[in-house]
């Protein structure tokens, strides 16, 4: 499975930004899309996830000012940022989880995107 995002960029403090990420491949059902997103010198942390039933889920700082929605295309998903703050300079990784379910057990793969960069400045 690959996974194709876009849409990072230089944006001033409250500007917004959509990412979009598009995935590819080996794809039987994927579970849930999202975004993640790593700052200098840290982990890399969940921005927001959407599941295929449609439900969300946001860090609590990001709550109220970014969106997750899935595409019309089949396995897309975008993100609207608005309201971008310098604290969410960082660079944005779109995820895909693929769950195969047994009698006996169920595997998960995870699948990452490149990454884009997002940098909000005065």
């Known amino acids: 499975v690959q996974l194709q995002a876009s849409g990072g960029g230089l944006v001033q403090p409250g500007g917004s930004l959509r990412l979009s990420c598009a995935a590819s491949?080996?794809?039987?059902?994927?579970?849930?899309m999202g975004w993640y997103r790593r700052f200098p010198g840290k982990q890399r942390e969940l921005v927001a996830t959407i599941t295929s039933g449609g439900s969300t889920n946001y860090a609590d700082s990001v709550k109220g000012r970014f969106t997750i929605s899935r595409g019309n295309a089949e396995n897309t998903v975008y993100l609207q940022m608005n309201s971008l703050k310098p604290d969410d300079t960082a660079v944005y990784y779109c995820?895909?989880?693929?769950?195969?379910?047994?009698?006996?057990?169920?595997?998960?793969?995870?699948?990452w995107g490149q990454g884009t960069e997002v940098t909000v400045f005065s």
């Open positions: 491949g080996s794809i039987v059902s994927l579970n849930a």
């Open positions: 995820n895909a989880r693929q769950a195969f379910y047994y009698t006996d057990r169920v595997d998960e793969y995870d699948y």
